[in-house]
């Protein structure tokens, strides 16, 4: 059995000048010679890690899709602790931001992976050889699916490595072209996958029919969103955890509502000067309270801080508050023994991201900030109901009644009482369920922006600018390739 190690893979070759070794900083554990690799079955998988690791970054759009947001300010000790985040959380980003570098590189870092693979797809033969190229597919999909959804129009690269050369002749790929990849990606990778693997952490049919769907609901394809997700929906394994408050818990991992989880490991594969090589969730480290002494949690950095009103938005008697978001100040009032914390300089609201919180009983070692084994819940089977109840109601011929299903499903488990609405009204109360269900997950900036709230929602956002992210103006000078930077960058 190949479980999903942590081992990196550094494959320098490979990978576009843009984003080469200089950049990721990594020491490798081992170096292969290009031309004498893919001689044997290991060999693929060994590359098939190497292309899983980028997914380890994923903190970032974690970050970004909820700063960006009504959702939670920035945080930190200061505006100048990661600034690109405080621009980002202020609609004042631009195209030198090193947490939106970071986003671009690390993909493309992911895709040329990816593309090493397929490059010499050909080499050699092995049984279970179709289900490496599927999870191949599927990661290649999620790369430019996280590309597309920031920058908008990228190039795309398929199947080889690019030299110096190549890339100052690429041009930006319509977005609509980088979306009909990922589809092709996707649906290869869905007819080559089985709903369960026995090697943990590796993707499913369901992880790919899933992605799938977000893919075409963020085209407004609701008739063929709808169709996939209803696939998940009444011919996967999954269904919604019993248990909201322990969801986000390491004892509760790979539970029934796990469709696309990043697995992370609780030991320290970088440090603060290579956070691609981090085997712990950065995420959770960074988001615990900056200076705690007490009890449940422990220290961390006070990070993508939730916002009062995001606190405003959950009905009366919705359960999935407190496993949400944590208030300091009533937990520590609650509390037999005292309670200590710093409010961070960089903002500070009362409440955390209780989802994923630094807690003394999940520590990893040895630097607590780095080294969280909790992991990154990508997609759940809330989200694939929430979009298909979506899918249902939005599509050209509504199935009101499907949609309201799946929508009442949810808030079942919240326990909350069953909504009865049509038309536009349903439409608002699945995207409000969304936000409530999925609150600190990082999906709400992009679904402001897809549904065309963001300018009534987010302070500061500009419409016709706002939408997208800057493409790293460093990387438009690498390149050379004459590329024009976002509108009104």
């Not at 479980?3 to 070794?21: M, R």
């Not at 999870?135 to 080889?160: S, T």
């Not at 903002?347 to 630097?367: A, C, F, I, S, V």
């Not at 939005?394 to 009865?420: G, I, T």
């Amino acid at each position: 059995m190949r479980f999903l190690s942590k081992t990196i893979l550094i494959l320098c070759a490979a990978l576009v000048v843009s984003v080469g070794c200089d950049y990721t900083n990594i020491d490798p554990e081992y170096t292969i010679d290009a031309d004498n690799y893919f001689r044997s079955e290991e060999d693929y998988y060994r590359a098939l890690t190497g292309a899983y690791d980028l997914l380890q970054t994923s903190y970032l759009s974690l970050w970004i899709g909820e700063i960006a947001s009504d959702n939670s300010i920035a945080g930190g000790e200061s505006v100048t602790d990661t600034e690109g985040l405080h621009q980002i959380d202020n609609m004042t980003h631009g195209g030198v931001n090193n947490e939106l570098r970071q986003i671009w590189r690390w993909n493309y870092a992911g895709i040329t992976r990816v593309n090493y693979i397929f490059e010499h797809q050909d080499n050699v033969d092995f049984s279970g050889k179709e289900e490496v190229l599927a999870q191949a597919h599927f990661l290649r999909a999620y790369y430019y699916f996280e590309l597309v959804k920031f920058f908008g129009d990228v190039p795309v690269i398929l199947n080889e490595r690019i030299g110096t050369d190549e890339v100052s002749q690429l041009e930006r790929t319509p977005a609509s072209e980088v979306y009909a990849q990922i589809e092709q990606d996707l649906m290869t990778a869905a007819e080559n996958l089985t709903w369960t693997v026995a090697d943990k952490g590796r993707v499913t049919k369901g992880a790919a029919l899933a992605l799938l769907g977000k893919a075409y609901l963020y085209q407004d394809k609701f008739t063929e969103a709808a169709g996939v997700l209803d696939q998940v929906i009444n011919e996967g394994p999954y269904d919604l955890y019993d248990d909201f408050s322990t969801l986000f818990r390491v004892s509760s991992e790979g539970n029934v509502e796990t469709v696309f989880d990043i697995q992370y490991v609780g030991v320290e594969g970088g440090g603060y000067e290579c956070f691609v090589c981090l085997e712990g969730f950065a995420a959770v480290g960074f988001h615990g309270i900056r200076g705690y002494d007490g009890p449940v949690y422990s220290d961390g950095n006070s990070y993508n801080l939730p916002t009062q009103d995001l606190v405003d938005a959950f009905e009366p008697g919705d359960i999935r508050l407190e496993p949400t978001i944590l208030d300091i100040e009533a937990f520590a009032a609650e509390q037999a023994e005292e309670v200590d914390y710093v409010q961070g300089a960089g903002g500070h609201t009362g409440y955390y991201n209780n989802k994923y919180m630094k807690r003394l009983d999940e520590l990893g070692q040895p630097d607590t900030d780095l080294t969280s084994p909790v992991n990154h819940r990508v997609i759940r089977f809330a989200d694939v109901l929430l979009m298909a109840a979506e899918a249902h109601a939005r599509k050209s011929s509504p199935n009101e009644a499907l949609a309201l299903q799946y929508l009442n499903e949810v808030r079942d488990r919240a326990d909350l009482d069953p909504v009865n609405l049509s038309g536009q009204v349903l439409v608002e109360a699945i995207w409000d369920e969304r936000r409530v269900e999925l609150a600190g997950e990082g999906h709400r900036f992009f679904d402001l922006v897809r549904t065309g709230q963001a300018e009534a929602e987010i302070e500061g956002f500009e419409v016709g600018k706002h939408e997208l992210f800057p493409i790293p103006q460093d990387e438009i000078d690498l390149a050379n390739a004459g590329w024009q930077q976002n509108p009104r960058y």
